[in-house]
């Protein structure tokens, strides 16, 4: 644990002294022999996140001594977020860093391996569940049975609500209608009340200028004010403070690498790999949200009112939510599995997010 550490910190403070991006890394000789290239293509189609990924990415060859380089493109450069896996199956790309949910298409249990509504709450909960109690090993798992090799996760930051109307309870929402991701979210604001309906991303903005919705969640403060949701909705929503979002307070994305191109690393170089992960990790997430605390002062300024739901909404919407989770987690084994030990961590005096009673004749299939 104490090289891991030291390995980390190295490698944090080479990344803070890190020059700006290149789109290709250059073909160079070593003393191992050719560089290995990788193509990787982020979820990100620009702004903040996409500057941090290309920044990220050219620090490595200088770091891996010229063995290994990133070639990074962004969303949709070479081809579609759906079609992300299949690229790397079939060698048209080496790596993703995709947001972790969309790999629920190819394997159910991806639901469990992000956010889930009143589910773990911070990202150093997902860190325990990954690294503490053996998620990255069911990850891997699941994810070597899809050609994929599942290096860890990478933390964005929460969702959030915005709306034309007030919004100061979970009552609120009745009769609303909501923009959502549908799924598991879908169905607890829909038990709560809301008319939900699935949009993409670049249909927001004009549904909520038309009136055709009134309420949408999307990511985070400052790719949102980017959008211009401060020109067509009027408040956000939050949960109680410290809490930003009950229905998706951590976003996951993570680094998933082909198989053959995995296998083809020297040992030392999948350790490499594996804390460098860690270090994007940690400076993504800082540095959205360090943009994030840049927009709220926009948002103020163009006179969006921040409300914020109790603890008394947050635990009413918790009895809604038990139920739906279990019901996802019992779609799929591995799933199931999954789920358990989120749900032992959040049931345990460490936590202590889910009174026992909320599971009362509700049972796995493990």
Not at 70 to 95: I, S, T
Request: glycine share 10%; proline share 6%.
């Amino acid at each position: 644990m104490t090289n891991k550490i030291t390995t980390r910190r190295g490698a944090l403070r080479a990344f803070a002294g890190a020059g700006a991006a290149t789109l290709a890394a250059p073909h160079i000789a070593t003393a191992q022999g050719q560089t290995t290239t990788w193509k990787i293509q982020t979820s990100w189609p620009g702004g903040a996140g996409l500057q941090i990924f290309k920044e990220w990415c050219a620090t490595i060859e200088e770091k891996s001594g010229g063995e290994l380089a990133f070639q990074p493109f962004g969303a949709n450069d070479v081809v579609g977020d759906f079609q992300l896996y299949d690229a790397v199956k079939n060698g048209v790309l080496e790596a993703v860093n995709p947001f972790t949910i969309y790999a629920q298409g190819i394997i159910p249990a991806a639901t469990f391996l992000t956010s889930i509504p009143l589910g773990l709450r911070n990202p150093h909960e997902f860190d325990v569940f990954y690294y503490g109690l053996g998620g990255i090993d069911i990850a891997r798992e699941l994810y070597a049975a899809q050609g994929l090799h599942f290096v860890g996760p990478i933390h964005h930051g929460p969702n959030i609500i915005h709306s034309k109307v007030p919004i100061r309870s979970i009552d609120d929402f009745a009769g609303r209608k909501m923009r959502l991701p549908g799924g598991m979210v879908a169905e607890v604001f829909t038990a709560i009340g809301a008319e939900t309906t699935v949009l993409p991303g670049s249909e927001i903005f004009p549904a909520l200028e038309k009136g055709t919705i009134d309420v949408a969640d999307y990511v985070g403060p400052a790719v949102n004010y980017a959008l211009g949701f401060s020109q067509v909705t009027d408040y956000i929503v939050m949960g109680p403070p410290g809490f930003m979002s009950l229905y998706q307070p951590v976003d996951i994305m993570d680094i998933t690498v082909g198989r053959e191109a995995w296998d083809a690393l020297s040992p030392q170089m999948k350790q490499f790999v594996e804390m460098e992960t860690h270090v994007y990790s940690d400076m993504h997430h800082a540095a959205i949200q360090a943009a994030d605390q840049e927009a709220w002062s926009k948002f103020e300024a163009d006179g969006t009112e921040v409300t914020r739901l109790t603890q008394d909404d947050v635990e009413l919407m918790t009895e809604v939510a038990v139920p739906i989770w279990f019901d996802y987690a019992n779609r799929d084994p591995n799933a199931a599995r999954v789920f358990k030990i989120q749900l032992d961590y959040m049931m345990s005096g460490s936590l202590g997010y889910v009174d026992p009673a909320l599971t009362e004749g509700l049972e796995l299939k493990l």
